[in-house]
């Protein structure tokens, strides 16, 4: 993963271990020197579910995507996070054209764009076919500073879904994970970001589901008197038992 710093010409930073410290000391993995930034502000943990961002206590505010956070949230590429007046984007390393795509089991999938962030946050955007935002009779308006128009435009082709940026003004940096792109192929869990907005693509039939092998049923229980061998083998154990106690009881009641 990376940070890019926003309005800033400071290059970005790549990192790739579990924990990674942000603050205005120099033991963090990244300093940054800003007054509203404490010694240790924030951290963020990298494992296989993905991205947390823990804050530390009593410390200056902390926003991602515009939202505040005051102890934990979830990160995924293309959040942007402000802390002061430092404003970062995380984003990936991966080269978008050149990931691996899971393929869609059915061209036509149940697949939506869930708003996280900005003016449609809240409601739910079904792809179907095709979805254009922005577009003159487009039911989802994309509203973008100083009143800009724009279109971005979501659709199959060739049993892919594809995201068309090009009537976006270049200036609103159309981002997926966070990489600036104009055009690219999709996969569910995709952050589209435009402005301030945040889209996260949710295909829930886009994989076949799995298959479920059911288990084997459990071998019968083996009792220590069916391991013995058989029952008539029992019966001839505890006869002769007995009697042997009978012989005993017999031989000490003569003696005494």
């Not at 940070?3 to 010409?9: G, K, L, R």
């Not at 973008?144 to 199959?156: C, H, M, R």
Request: proline fraction near 8%.
């Amino acid at each position: 993963m990376r940070i890019e710093f926003v309005s800033s010409a400071r290059g970005d930073f790549h990192w790739s271990q579990p924990v990674l410290r942000l603050g205005r000391a120099d033991g963090n993995d990244l300093v940054v020197a800003e007054p509203q930034v404490a010694a240790h502000h924030v951290s963020i943990l990298k494992d296989r579910r993905g991205l947390t961002l823990e804050v530390a206590p009593s410390v200056g505010r902390v926003y991602v995507n515009a939202r505040p956070v005051r102890e934990r949230a979830l990160l995924r590429a293309g959040d942007s996070l402000s802390i002061g007046d430092c404003r970062m984007l995380i984003r990936d390393d991966d080269d978008i054209e050149q990931r691996e795509l899971i393929p869609a089991t059915d061209a036509h999938c149940t697949v939506a764009l869930r708003p996280v962030a900005g003016p449609l946050s809240g409601r739910t955007l079904p792809v179907g076919d095709r979805l254009e935002l922005g577009a003159p009779h487009s039911a989802w308006p994309l509203e973008l500073p100083q009143g800009d128009a724009a279109v971005l435009s979501i659709y199959w082709h060739d049993g892919a879904l594809r995201l068309d940026g090009s009537r976006v003004p270049a200036r609103h940096a159309l981002r997926l994970n966070g990489v600036r792109v104009v055009q690219a192929s999709l996969q569910p869990g995709d952050q589209i970001g435009v402005g301030a907005h945040r889209f996260v693509l949710d295909g829930p039939g886009w994989s076949a589901e799995p298959v479920i092998v059911p288990a084997p049923a459990p071998e019968p229980e083996v009792l220590p008197e069916d391991a013995a061998g058989p029952r008539g083998e029992v019966w001839w154990l505890i006869l002769t038992a007995a009697l042997l106690a009978l012989g005993i009881a017999v031989v000490l009641f003569v003696h005494f």
